[in-house]
């Protein structure tokens, strides 16, 4: 991959475009000084479909000026603007400063609209329906595209409509985990706990802790096998908010359910990243994110999907 970001390729995409504009105008001035021979009637001689004939005129004057004019243009845009590989320009424009030039203003606009719920708890703006609609709308840009338009997630991504949280769900570890992300992970457990049958029988037990279909048998055979879980997810197996560890004691599968979901993540592990929304949200946003986030699983709030 490295060969793609080398300066090499910066240079060469400048030469071949400079070339290439060059290469224009000096076809323009080969074609404007070369001459056809003509005939009496000022024909080129080449003839089609029996009587069609190139007439031997030169290229108009404002035609040329026309194309000599956007040649100039071209090598001016060049030098203001990037284009010339990694190239800033004389102005440094780019998509991405505009872009935060314009969410600054909108965010300064709407700041008078924030300040009204920053002031707030958490639990009184989830009651307020002005917060709330612009709480969706915070929702649907930011969170939607991983926990859904209704927010009851999908596999690997947890439904926040319910009161089974990895990390938390009191107003203050809700905020936490929008404006520092998350990184959940259980690492391969196959080679701790011993031979794949020991894994099965493990799989099992954990099945059984939640009342999940299992081989009772076999789940006997697997509970001392759960001492290498038990450092995350408890002597029980609730789980351990402090770590993310899942409670395995309810009927809540994140990554999938039955025997075959539970022994991948015991001989595989998993990773997961929520991403942090600092630096994308302002502390206003996130506050009435917040908010909404928890009335979801509070009653306090509805989505887009819900009736």
């Not at 910066?10 to 504009?21: D, F, G, K, N």
């Not at 007439?55 to 194309?67: A, D, K, T, V, Y």
């Not at 402090?242 to 599968?253: E, F, K, R, S, Y």
Request: with cysteine; proline share 5%.
């Amino acid at each position: 991959m490295s060969d793609f970001i080398h300066d090499f390729w910066s240079h060469y995409i400048a030469i071949a475009t400079i070339v290439s504009i060059l290469a224009c105008l000096l076809l323009l001035w080969v074609t404007a000084r070369s001459k056809t021979p003509a005939s009496a009637d000022n024909t080129t001689g080449h003839v089609w479909d029996e009587d069609l004939r190139e007439m031997n005129n030169p290229m108009p004057r404002w035609w040329m000026g026309l194309f000599v004019i956007t040649i100039v243009f071209g090598l001016g845009y060049l030098f203001v603007f990037p284009g010339l590989g990694s190239y800033k320009g004389r102005l440094d424009w780019s998509t991405g400063g505009e872009y935060a030039k314009d969410l600054a203003k909108a965010n300064q606009e709407l700041e008078p609209v924030y300040a009204a719920y920053t002031a707030l708890p958490v639990e009184k703006v989830a009651t307020d329906p002005g917060a709330m609609a612009i709480g969706e709308r915070l929702f649907l840009n930011n969170c939607a595209q991983c926990h859904g338009s209704d927010a009851r997630g999908g596999k690997g991504f947890p439904n926040l409509t319910d009161n089974d949280w990895l990390h938390g769900g009191s107003p203050e570890k809700i905020k936490e985990s929008i404006t520092l992300g998350r990184i959940g992970v259980m690492p391969p457990m196959a080679e701790a706990v011993g031979t794949p049958e020991d894994v099965k029988n493990l799989a099992n037990y954990v099945l059984s802790l939640s009342g999940s279909p299992h081989d009772s048998v076999r789940a006997g055979l697997g509970k001392s096998k759960f001492t290498v879980c038990a450092s995350c997810h408890g002597i029980g197996g609730v789980g351990n908010t402090a770590v993310g560890a899942p409670n395995l004691t309810d009927q809540i599968w994140l990554h999938g359910y039955g025997l075959d979901a539970v022994m991948q993540m015991i001989n595989n592990g998993k990773t997961n990243q929520m991403p942090a929304q600092q630096g994308r949200l302002t502390e206003a946003q996130i506050h009435v994110l917040t908010a909404y986030v928890w009335g979801l699983s509070n009653g306090k709030a509805s989505t887009a999907g819900s009736p």
